[in-house]
């Protein structure tokens, strides 16, 4: 879809978008993360110390949308937070938002990792990103006002 947009020189961005921090989506790992947090179930991480950003709060994405307005060409970017954190921070930071019960294991298996680069984007607008702990604190008071949380 991308290589079309960009053979017809349509004007505009493709955001590479990893999960999306919204409610009632447990199809991603971050989501899992959560339930089981929200659970007091114990959870075994892979790659916990390699760094992680696999996921955006859809408010960053709506802010991008409002800060750039125009764009002289076809990009595709990713489009994620800073990936200053680790899984296991990450990880970390839910379970003390979420007051939750649950053991954190640290895995010594690798599994398959991915982080999103999202210099190109910063370069080419100027587009701030939400630090992680802004993004997931929240994500945690969206879940709160809209579920069993309260």
């Known amino acids: 879809g991308e290589r079309y947009a960009m053979l017809k020189g349509v004007f505009g961005y493709s955001l590479r978008l990893p ?4 409610l009632n989506n447990r199809s991603n790992l971050m989501g899992r993360i959560v339930e089981r947090l929200i659970k007091g179930e114990s ?7 390699l760094p992680f950003n696999s996921y955006v709060d859809p408010e960053d994405i709506s802010e991008f949308v409002d800060f750039y307005n125009g764009c002289k060409s076809f990009q595709a970017v990713n489009f994620a937070v800073n990936p200053s954190l680790t899984l296991y921070e990450t990880v970390c930071i839910l379970k003390e938002l979420l007051l939750s019960s649950s053991i954190i294991s640290k895995g010594h298996e690798n599994g398959m990792h991915r982080v999103y680069h999202t210099d ?24 709160r006002m809209n579920t069993e949380l309260k």
């Open 19 to 22: 999960a999306l921090l919204c």
């Open 43 to 49: 959870i075994l991480l892979t790659n916990p110390d």
């Open 120 to 143: 190109k984007l910063k370069h080419l607008t100027g587009f701030e990103f939400s630090q992680p702990e802004c993004a997931l604190e929240r994500w945690v008071n969206r879940i």
